[in-house]
């Protein structure tokens, strides 16, 4: 049988914003909806990779968030961002699939992690990769980044270069940062997955985000691991699925317990 033809679509969030999303589909059992990191979009090579990959064993949905690709409206670093999730949540729900999960890298797992404790409607969650506060600037790539998203020149080359753009309106509220929202989450299952050779965030964030969350949880330090969708390889994201797949069929009752921490080659 041959793979059926795929369609991208425009899916709309409840502030009218159109979202780009592809569906690749699978066993409708379970739709894993993956939130690409700053500045990607779906179309992205590594997050191509990462979707194929996933969609070996479950129906995949990922979308370009507001300001990034194909996508319209400005990024809003994090806070607008859980409409874009909500409204593709929404669109695997409608496709049959009985349990949806998400997988966020870097931004999206803020996203990821935000979402699942503020507005719930996921059977697991995993940060990949993900800052557990905002205004980190202890490494230069974040020092960089910020000077992209906070100065006029900075913005204009990161939607010149980079196909972003960023909306120059600061945040008013402060949204909740991640490790807040992660205190929520519970008790939906949720997996913290950081590398020891992150550039970005330090391993410290993964511990804020394991710290906060309740049970059931999970946090893997994998060694050599760089950064999100760029550095995770096949088998990363093969063990991944197969924490969700065990992770949405389990009880909270049976997914609870002692404290998991993994170190893992």
């Known amino acids: ?55 070996r064993t479950a129906g995949v949905l990922t979308f370009d968030f507001r300001g990034h690709g194909r996508s319209g409206g ?54 990949v990769s993900g800052p557990g506060r905002w205004y980190y600037r202890g490494t230069p790539p974040m020092r960089r980044l910020h000077w992209a998203v906070e100065r006029r020149a900075g913005r204009l080359i990161t939607r010149t270069w980079l196909n972003t753009r960023v909306s120059p309106l600061r945040w008013n509220p402060v949204p909740v940062p991640p490790a807040e929202a992660a205190a929520m989450i519970s008790p939906t299952p949720f997996l913290v997955v950081h590398g020891d050779q992150d550039r970005y965030f330090p391993v410290e964030h993964a511990y804020q985000l394991y710290e906060a969350a309740r049970e059931p949880r999970e ?39 002692p404290p998991a921490v993994a170190a893992s080659s």
Not at 9 to 34: F, R
């Open 219 to 257: 946090l893997w330090v994998i060694p050599g691991f760089g950064h999100a969708e760029s550095g995770a390889d096949a088998h990363l994201v093969d063990r991944i699925v197969a924490w969700l797949r065990e992770a949405v069929t389990a009880s909270p009752a049976a997914a609870g317990g």
């Open 1 to 55: 049988m041959t793979r059926p033809v795929l369609k991208t679509q425009t899916l709309v969030t409840e502030d009218g914003v159109p979202i780009d999303a592809i569906h690749l589909p699978g066993d409708s059992e379970l739709a894993i909806v993956l939130a690409h990191g700053f500045t990607l979009s779906w179309q992205h090579g590594a997050v191509w990779r990462a979707a194929n990959r996933l969609n």
């Open 74 to 127: 400005m990024s809003t670093l994090g806070d607008r961002e859980i409409k874009d999730l909500d409204v593709a949540v929404a669109y695997a729900r409608e496709l049959g699939y009985r349990r949806i999960a998400a997988v966020g890298f870097s931004m999206g797992a803020s996203i990821v992690v935000r979402y699942a404790g503020l507005m719930g409607g996921l059977d697991a969650a995993v940060s």
